[in-house]
């Protein structure tokens, strides 16, 4: 039977009602399916509801003090503008690359879909997308990334139902405030930020044509990644916009010659910060709001003192590393190497605060948070050595002793509590004499100390410090005088703020303010003060941590030339594994540590003299660089009286030296000076 034969008896069967059953049947069961098919899709897509509350991840923004952003945390780097803050030229950009017809279709555009669809046919997989700017926003919203044509018809479904429910403006705005255009940003305002260090409404033309190629395939016209292939994308959209008329060929070719400039906003100098920000956010809120809330956190930090103090600890460790170098025969020009770093890791930190807010203004965790997280200036605890001693002495003064009082420094025995003897020793390895408390802790006498301990009980010091600010637990035993109990440069700085803060101690405070994503006040910390010491006690206790700047442990200071009021404690421990110095001024205080996380010695040619000390002196500077600290003020029950300072009595016209010394009201000596045994009262200190 021929083809003939074939199509003439189908075409009779065709003309029966038998056959005219068989097609209706046949496609009311493929209509049925196809129906019942879609059905199932727009059943499985996202309700109206949840298209009203979907709130996409936003990035919480951590500014200093002045409101300068600092960091942002963020899975989905993400800051959402409204649509007039977007400039005209970067909209117009984007809509003539991404979807020309997107004012005219709804929702879709058939040509182009037609065109994707010819071929993925001939390829045999979805290879082509064709879609609008409504079709991309539905499906980077609410589908997955997936090539598949069941991922397609849901697309097409729910960007119908998005035409249906907003206006094209309002499409638009969702569009360019989730579009994925690389390096973490989401959004042309994070964009913006991440390529530009800009607002997006301060775009110029070329930056605008080279964001508006980064949502067909953020990756590969990355500026970070491919800067090349930027630019030529770039050029080829401001050749598309000649061709269109949205700008005159002049001004396209002006922004072709205009080179690609990118750097982030955020200021990437405050690591150890930030992340002491975000462990405290994050036990407040939890990751996910952190992560995905869009938080605006107001911090306390000074990016200006910031900067400052991680100039200054570079600079410091680099002269420590010179010092170890020569001292080991190791060629200078090879502390850089990698191995010998790697066998010389020296560490620093370093931390500035107000003392009468506890704003902590600028930190310093390490040498190099790329190299280890690990922050030194809050979790490392150290021995503080010397540092702790004016703990000591702020006891003895704020219970009726005065700087003029009188400890003899002789040789002395000990017995522990194992029944073994230990004959404690100064630095110096010598004694001195009648000492008075002023000089004993200006040049750190460990004997004087000890007895002045003994005679004010450690019990005593132990409140005190405590009340003042440190936290660590603190061994009631005579090891006190020599700082042998472990404590954190936060700790030792915020409780040395409450002697210029005349006795008043302040919390150390790093978030001042939360906001939420629409601006609702979360969080606000305000100043948490407490009177601790009497406020002539902390006066005379600065007066006395003076004299050690002016001519004591710390005098390098005065050398390197600072003259304005300040004060301050060096602190080295037995072993020289630890070097301090905390200083203030009437507004300022700052701690440095140095050492090796191994707690290893750090030799004799480190010293808490030459390393911290002008790793502060060359903060300070920078700070006072255009300014002079206020004097310390001082109480009104603060008297002045002129004495021996050998005996620590009254002066009179026999005595061969002078020393106007402070006192409070009441506890001025009554007796006159009458012992005079030759010895010059200006008995050396050797530097500690």
């Known amino acids: 039977m021929n083809l003939k034969t074939l199509w003439r008896h189908f075409t009779k069967y065709a003309k029966t009602k038998q056959f005219k059953r068989i097609i209706a049947v046949f496609l009311t069961v493929f209509f049925g399916c196809f129906i019942g ?24 923004k ?20 409204p649509l007039k803050k977007i400039p005209e030229i970067l909209k117009k950009t984007i809509l003539i690359i991404e979807d020309e017809g997107f004012y005219s279709h709804l929702g879709i555009s058939p040509v182009s879909m037609f065109r994707a669809f010819l071929v993925n046919i001939t390829q045999g997989r979805v290879a082509q997308g064709g879609s609008t700017i409504t079709q991309q926003l539905a499906k980077n919203l609410f589908l997955t990334q997936d090539r598949t044509f069941s991922r397609k018809i849901k697309e097409v479904m729910l960007s119908f139902k998005i035409e249906y429910r907003y206006t094209k403006d309002e499409i638009l705005e969702m569009y360019l405030n989730q579009v994925n255009m690389g390096s973490g940003a989401y959004g042309v305002e994070a964009a913006a930020r991440t390529y530009f260090g800009k607002y997006v409404e301060e775009l110029t033309l070329p930056e605008c044509a080279l964001l508006a190629g980064l949502p067909r395939a953020p990756n590969k016209y990355s500026p970070y990644r491919n800067p090349d292939k930027a630019r030529m994308r770039r050029n080829r959209i401001l050749d598309r916009l000649v061709k269109k008329n949205v700008v005159e060929k002049k001004a396209a070719d002006k922004a072709k010659q205009a080179p690609i400039e990118i750097h982030r ?26 992560y995905k809330g869009g938080l605006s956190v107001y911090t306390s930090l000074d990016m200006k003192l910031q900067e400052y103090a991680q100039k200054a600890v570079a600079r410091g460790l680099e002269e420590a590393e010179i010092k170890i170098a020569k001292e080991n025969g190791i060629p200078v020009e090879n502390i850089h190497d990698a191995e010998f770093r790697k066998n010389l890791p020296i560490q620093a930190s370093f931390i500035a605060l107000d003392p009468k807010t506890g704003h ?3 930190m310093v965790g390490g040498r190099d948070y790329a190299e280890s997280e690990f922050n030194r200036a809050t979790q490392a605890k150290r021995q503080p050595g010397s540092a702790f001693k004016p703990f000591i002495y702020a006891t003895a003064i704020d219970n009726s002793f005065t700087p003029a009082d009188i400890i003899v420094d002789a040789p002395m025995s000990m017995e522990d509590k194992d029944g073994q003897t230990w004959k404690p020793e100064n630095y110096e390895k010598k004694f001195f004499g009648p000492t008075s408390l002023r000089k004993a802790l200006t040049h750190s006498r460990n004997v004087v100390t000890l007895k002045l301990l003994m005679k004010v009980g450690t019990s005593s010091v132990v409140s005190y410090a405590n009340k003042m600010g440190i936290k660590s ?11 042998t109990s472990e404590v954190t440069l936060m700790e030792l700085a915020s409780a040395y703020a409450t002697f210029p803060n005349l006795g008043v101690k302040a919390e150390p405070i790093c978030i001042v303010s939360v906001k939420d994503s629409s601006g609702k006040l979360l969080e606000e910390n305000q100043p948490h003060l407490q009177d601790v010491l009497k406020p002539e006690s902390a006066y005379i206790m600065t007066s006395m941590m003076e004299s050690v700047v002016n001519e004591g442990t710390a005098a390098r200071i005065r050398a390197n030339g600072i003259t304005f009021n300040c004060a301050g404690k060096t602190g080295t421990t037995d072993n020289q594994a630890d070097v ?4 203030f001024t009437s507004d300022l205080i700052a701690g440095c540590w140095v050492g ?14 030459n390393t911290p000390v002008p790793i502060w002196g060359e903060f300070m500077k920078e700070v006072y660089k255009e300014r002079t600290p206020e004097p310390f003020s001082r109480p009104p029950k603060v008297v002045t009286a002129r004495i021996d300072p050998v005996t620590g009595m009254l002066y009179t016209s026999k ?18 000076c009458d012992k005079h045994d030759g010895l010059d009262s200006s008995l050396p200190g050797e530097k500690k």
């Open 580 to 583: 301090w110095f905390i200083g």
């Open 596 to 609: 090796f996380d191994n707690r290893r010695s750090l030799g004799s040619v480190i010293s808490s003299s």
């Open 265 to 290: 906003i955020e200021q990437k100098n405050a690591p150890y910060f930030v992340e002491y920000v975000r462990q405290q956010l994050e036990e407040t809120y939890g990751s996910n709001v952190i």
């Open 655 to 672: 005595c061969k030296n002078s020393l106007d010394e402070v006192f409070i009201e009441g506890t001025v000596p009554t007796e006159k």
């Open 360 to 362: 902590v203004k600028a």
């Open 473 to 483: 637990q603190l061994q009631k035993n005579l090891s006190l005088a020599f700082g």
């Open 62 to 81: 951590i500014y200093d003090e002045k409101g300068t952003l600092i960091a942002q945390l963020f899975i989905e780097q993400r800051s959402l503008v």
């Open 37 to 60: 098919l879609l059905m199932a899709f727009y059943l499985d897509l996202p309700p109206l509801a949840e298209l009203e509350n979907y709130r996409p991840s936003l990035a919480s």
